[in-house]
């Protein structure tokens, strides 16, 4: 156990972060309910929460190849903390973008660090990534599970209340895990950029997909399914569950096969899932929306273990692509779908992101194993 325990505070600590951005759709039908926000203000937001993250986040990923900053993981769990908290302390528009954006600083803050220091404890393998991503996909999943009921009881105003998993973040971080995060990472061996950079655009197409889907599924379901916030809720949920799984799943499934084949794979299935959820109606479409979310994490893992493979030199500089560009890209899209929800139907403007999946299928099969794997 003691072994394994820098691991478990790094995915912990991945958690906590990744609950905040997970916090964003489902804190949009209440902003909606409450203060009234059309499709193209919601798009506002998940671009707020994205956008800054998607722009900042290789830059954060430089310094770290070039500095240890282990201060960045702590003050960015604050900073997710403090932006949540004043969503609901602020009334205006501009405000509650600022707020959002705060939030999205701080996950581009800690990708970078945190993802760089794993693969110093981790080794680099796809099965110990695979948890340190579960983390990740455990706090997305359990968004819903915290805050709406929060929100639910006591609206946008008790906010407040989810600043507790980040205190819970900063307390682990700082207590257990002060010594992996100064060590350096292997700087051996030759950068592939063509490779790098065909990843880098499998990794957005995939982001497309997912913060698309994730900004706007409740709202698709509850149009589909009468119940309101609470099914809202629970499509955010079930989008954020399959993706624990497919975490995991992604990482065993590349013992047995290498990392692009498995990658090929999910994307083609992911772009079928995603058109059942488009077209299939009632609560059948929930399981539409789990196969998707658990296609499309499937590789989540494997993005991160490829970027630092064909980056061996610069560890922090891929992994602040791989994995947190892989979250934030997709909000610059957000806008465009939300124009198109607005001016025809947000089942129409789902059904844009099929072909963004197969995109992503048809680029992968571009990519290649690399030959050697950088420990």
Do not use: N
Request: aromatic share 8%; charged share 10%.
């Amino acid at each position: 156990m003691t072994k394994h325990l820098p691991t478990i505070v790094l995915a912990v600590g991945h958690g906590t972060v990744d609950l905040y951005q997970g916090l964003v759709p489902v804190l949009i039908p209440f902003l909606v309910l409450e203060r009234h926000y059309d499709y193209a203000a919601v798009a506002g937001f998940v671009l707020a929460a994205t956008a800054l993250s998607a722009a900042v986040q290789p830059l954060f990923g430089l310094v770290t190849d070039r500095w240890s900053a282990p201060w960045l993981v702590p003050v960015s769990m604050a900073a997710c903390g403090a932006g949540t908290l004043l969503v609901g302390l602020v009334d205006s528009y501009l405000a509650t973008l600022a707020a959002i954006a705060l939030t999205g600083l701080g996950v581009a803050a800690y990708h970078p660090q945190a993802a760089r220091t794993a693969r110093i404890v981790t080794g680099g393998g796809s099965v110990p990534m695979s948890w340190f991503s579960l983390g990740g996909s455990v706090g997305f999943m359990l968004a819903p599970v915290v805050a709406a009921p929060v929100l639910a009881i006591g609206g946008l105003a008790a906010t407040p209340w989810l600043v507790a998993p980040a205190v819970l973040g900063l307390a682990t971080t700082l207590l257990r895990a002060r010594g992996t995060v100064h060590k350096r990472a292997s700087r051996d061996g030759t950068d592939d950029w063509p490779a790098f950079r065909r990843l880098t655009a499998v990794v957005v197409l995939r982001s497309i997909v997912y913060v698309g889907l994730s900004g706007f599924v409740g709202l698709h379901v509850a149009s589909q399914v009468d119940g309101g916030s609470g099914v809202a809720s629970a499509a955010v949920f079930a989008l954020f569950a399959g993706s624990a799984t497919g975490t995991v799943l992604g990482g065993w499934l590349a013992k047995r096969w290498d990392r692009v084949h498995v990658m090929r794979v999910a994307y083609l299935a992911a772009a079928v899932a995603v058109a059942g959820v488009v077209v299939v109606p009632g609560p059948a479409v929930f399981g539409f929306v789990v196969a998707t979310s658990l296609l499309l994490a499937v590789p989540f893992s494997l993005h991160i273990t490829l970027g630092q493979d064909y980056l061996p030199s610069r560890p922090g500089t891929a992994s602040g692509v791989t994995l947190g560009l892989a979250v934030s890209a997709g909000g610059l899209f957000a806008p465009v779908l939300g124009a198109l929800a607005d001016a025809t139907s947000l089942p129409l403007a789902l059904a844009l992101l099929v072909p963004v999946a197969l995109a992503a299928w048809w680029l992968s099969r571009r990519l290649v194993e690399p030959r050697v794997r950088i420990p």
